[in-house]
């Protein structure tokens, strides 16, 4: 077993050898190589007479440090040596090939180099920010590069970032269309109107196929259109006053819709209770049209499914014209945290 010193200088041993006058029992000082005598603890020290090994407290005493006595006398010329050891303790250091752990804190005063991937088990509080490559990548194990930042600061995510309950609001984009062309209608599942928000944030555009038509925002409950006298709105138009409307699907204009390039409806609206089962979900819009004379109208509507519909649980809606298929269009659907 290899012993750890506390004076790494003269080695894990130190020997010193005398050589005996007559009579001699006391042995200290320089011996015949000028090493003067110490040790650190007795029960670390053998003792020779002649290569004899002495027995401690029968043939000699060693209580000082500097001085063994012996019980009888040596004989001139005897040689008497002594081994001393120094008191040592398990080595508490990481192997710099092997590599290990630290049990307790560790502290850097100058630059952390890590050629490997660090994995930090805790938290990593960094209170002097974090600096990484140009173009480099953060993420989970799962997904490496949920973010990229490039060299310009620019921070790009692979997945719409989502905020906690009860932490800072937002609205999380869902679905995004920038521009689709001859579609029957807008047609937004449960994939994304679902259990996970109460209220949601939809902004879009629309122009028809056909001249002079109606839009409608019609709801969705287990994955159909809702049909019969379950909806039920207010329009509002900011020209003129109330018009009160009802039927089977919300209107998101006034006049009729035109068809020409920069005619259309524009919209924006929010959802909300859309899985109570004790408040019906409700709607409340803003749009700007424009009808067959290009002329346009703002207005609000207030919709959504009439009280006595109250436990319907929206899963979606679509947004169609009244006659024909919708020409172009664009939608953004936002949950709101």
């Not at 010329?77 to 049990?103: I, L, R, T």
């Not at 006034?254 to 109570?276: C, D, K, L, P, Y």
């Not at 919709?303 to 014209?321: D, Q």
């Not at 298929?325 to 953004?332: C, E, G, L, R």
Request: charged share 15%.
């Amino acid at each position: 077993m290899a012993y750890i010193g506390t004076s790494p200088s003269n080695g894990v041993r130190r020997r010193f050898v005398y050589e005996a006058t007559a009579s001699q029992t006391s042995f200290s000082g320089s011996d015949e190589n000028g090493v003067t005598l110490t040790y650190v603890d007795s029960l670390y020290l053998d003792v020779f007479q002649n290569g004899i090994k002495l027995k401690a407290g029968d043939d000699y005493t060693a209580t000082t440090g500097t001085t063994v006595v012996l019980a009888v006398g040596a004989s001139a010329d005897d040689v008497v040596e002594m081994v001393a050891f120094d008191v040592f303790s398990v080595n508490d250091s990481v192997s710099a090939k092997d590599g290990g752990s630290f049990a307790g804190n560790v502290g850097m005063g100058g630059t952390l180099a890590v050629t490997g991937v660090p994995t930090f088990t805790g938290r990593s509080v960094h209170s002097g920010g974090i600096t990484i490559a140009n173009a480099g990548q953060i993420g989970s194990v799962g997904d490496a590069d949920a973010m990229a930042i490039s060299s310009s600061g620019v921070v790009t995510f692979s997945q719409a970032p989502v905020f906690s309950a009860g932490g800072a609001g937002g609205l999380q984009l869902l679905f995004s269309q920038a521009t689709a062309v001859n579609a029957a209608s807008i047609d937004i599942d449960d994939t994304y109107i679902n259990s996970t928000y109460d209220s949601y944030y939809v902004v879009g555009n629309m122009r028809p196929v056909d001249d002079a038509i109606q839009c409608y925002l019609k709801l969705k409950s287990s994955g159909s259109i809702v049909t019969g006298s379950k909806h039920g709105y207010d329009l509002t138009n900011l020209g003129d006053g109330i018009a009160l409307d009802a039927g089977d699907f919300i209107k998101l204009n006034r006049s009729t819709v035109g068809n020409a390039i920069g005619e259309g409806v524009q919209f924006n609206f929010f959802m909300h209770n859309v899985n109570s089962t004790i408040y019906p979900c409700h709607i409340s819009a803003f749009w700007r049209q424009a009808y067959t004379s290009g002329v346009p109208e703002g207005g609000i509507t207030s919709g959504g499914f009439i009280s006595t519909e109250y436990a319907l649980v929206c899963n979606g809606f679509n947004i169609s014209a009244s006659a024909g298929d919708i020409d172009t269009h664009s939608i953004k659907v936002y949950g709101v945290v």
